[in-house]
């Protein structure tokens, strides 16, 4: 079956879902060292072997998908704990603990192994302000990554240094912003900025900064934190949005017009 991107896949969620999900990965996470925090455990499961053993864990993963609603459809508990050796399952298990009413709605739109690295993101990503303002489909397809990359550091320490964990899909996820490139690759307005920018830089037109000024005040957080990333401070002035503190975008284009007063007079 073709990799369906998160964004096709998510556009019909509105923002109370965002909401809920970063709400649910604020949260704070769970003291592995304390056992009483295992009774938090959400699945009505009569544990038979203590939870040190690594079917025991495979066996509540799959039981946990179940009860909320969004089962795993291929992956059963036998083929995790083939796949998997017990320092990874535990990162899954931590993260279903600390977050575990991530939204269903968000659940049935990932695929298996996507349902399950977004606990382990959940766990290894405590902060989420680089992606608070992005599209859901970016919030999600950062914390899956996450996920992915954790679950592989932890094979290849604890396991096999030689051989990487293969993650089936997990290549869509190494591909360095895959939702964001993806996402605004067909926005006719970002185009159109993206034209400007290089006909500015290529040809030295100040003249241009106006009419880029005006389109960027026509864009919403999300397609300038895009442009943002990629083209800096410099380029953008006053509507650049930091990745590491998102700030209130103003309406203004009172840099560039500055600039472009200062580059007339100095034509004078």
């Known amino acids: 079956m073709a990799y369906k991107h998160l964004e096709d896949r998510f556009d ?15 949260k704070e996470r769970i003291d592995p060292t304390d056992r009483k ?4 455990f959400p699945v009505n499961y009569e ?14 993963i799959v039981k946990f998908f179940k009860e909320k609603g969004a089962p795993l459809e291929i ?53 989420s302000s680089d992606v608070e303002y992005n599209h859901l489909s970016e919030i999600v397809g950062a914390y899956v990554k996450a996920g992915i990359n954790k679950l592989e550091k932890v094979h290849v320490l604890n396991y096999d240094s030689k051989r ?8 869509n996820y190494h591909k360095a912003n895959y ?41 919403d957080k999300n397609q300038l934190s895009y442009l943002s990333k990629k083209y800096g401070k410099d380029r953008l002035g006053d509507y650049y949005i930091s990745p590491e503190k998102p700030v209130q975008i103003k309406n203004s284009i009172n840099k560039l017009m500055n600039d472009i007063l200062r580059n007339s007079t100095s034509d004078k």
Do not use: H
Not at 47 to 60: C, I
């Open 47 to 60: 544990r038979g072997r203590p939870l040190s053993y690594k079917y025991a864990w495979s066996d509540e």
């Open 75 to 127: 992956i059963n508990s036998q083929y995790l704990y083939n796949k998997l050796n017990r320092k990874v399952i535990k990162r899954i298990v931590y993260g279903m603990i600390s977050t575990p009413d991530i939204p269903v709605e968000i659940l049935r739109k990932l695929e298996d192994w996507e349902k399950i690295c977004i606990y382990a993101g959940a766990w290894v990503k405590r902060d």
């Open 179 to 219: 939702v964001q490139e993806r996402l605004f690759s067909d926005d006719s307005s970002i185009n159109d900025i993206e034209n400007l920018l290089t006909e500015e830089a290529k040809n030295q037109n100040y003249n241009l900064q106006e009419r880029i000024a005006i389109k960027l005040d026509s864009l």
């Open 12 to 26: 019909d969620l509105d923002d109370s879902v965002k909401e809920k999900f970063l709400s649910e990965v604020r």
């Open 164 to 171: 990487q964990l293969k993650i089936p899909g997990s290549q």
């Open 37 to 40: 925090n295992w009774s938090k």
